[in-house]
């Protein structure tokens, strides 16, 4: 049944994003998360926009370095395509996001905690979380969707090919199931960032203003 607004940031209540040392900075003095598409488009490294991206890659833009994650976890045979989408589509939808994961107080959902930890084994981290209520009020709940996956990962259960294509994305009234079940919350292009937004390299904190006096 549909979700409503409401019942959405009631019961994810917090969201979250996690983001290496190279874009932290930028991120937290513009409070702005921008999609891969937003970043690269126009520049000369817009060739990364182009298929799967097999390794994580830093890039410079307008003389500051930018790191591009790679699409490791979208493995082809673990894929069933929808929606007469190739998996070309699919990275283009995924590319074109900014993604924060559904949580609460005790923190993200079981995929945003799984996704924390691969990145921490491979070096610093920084947590971004913020009021879900307030992140809809900044960025309107009409450019919200939701997944209720980690798109940008797929593995298959009991033999069965996890279904991605452009229906994985999804406005709250196309809700297919409840609200505690939302994974992913996205936004096309850009997205800002409340003023209340914390920080942290630990899930256990502390916890930081993102807001400055700078």
Partial sequence: MPITPAAFVNSRRLAFHVCGAINFESIRRKRTLRSASEILEGTAHQHLLQGKRSQ???????????????????????????DSCSLNDFINELNSRVFLW???EAGPCTSGKNHIRKYQDEGDVFIFRTPTRRLLELNSVENLEITFCNS??????AGIRAKRGRSTFMALENATQRPG?????????S?????E??????????WLPIATDA
């Fill in 197 to 206: 937004t914390e920080y942290a390299k630990e899930l256990t904190g502390p």
């Fill in 56 to 82: 994580t890659q830093t890039v410079d833009v307008s003389g500051n370095p930018v790191q591009i994650r790679d699409h490791k976890p979208l493995i082809l045979a673990n894929i069933e395509l929808l």
């Fill in 102 to 104: 559904a949580g609460t």
């Fill in 152 to 157: 940008g990962s797929a593995r298959q259960n």
């Fill in 181 to 189: 079940d939302v994974v992913e919350i996205t936004f096309r292009r």
């Fill in 191 to 195: 997205a800002l960032l409340p003023a």
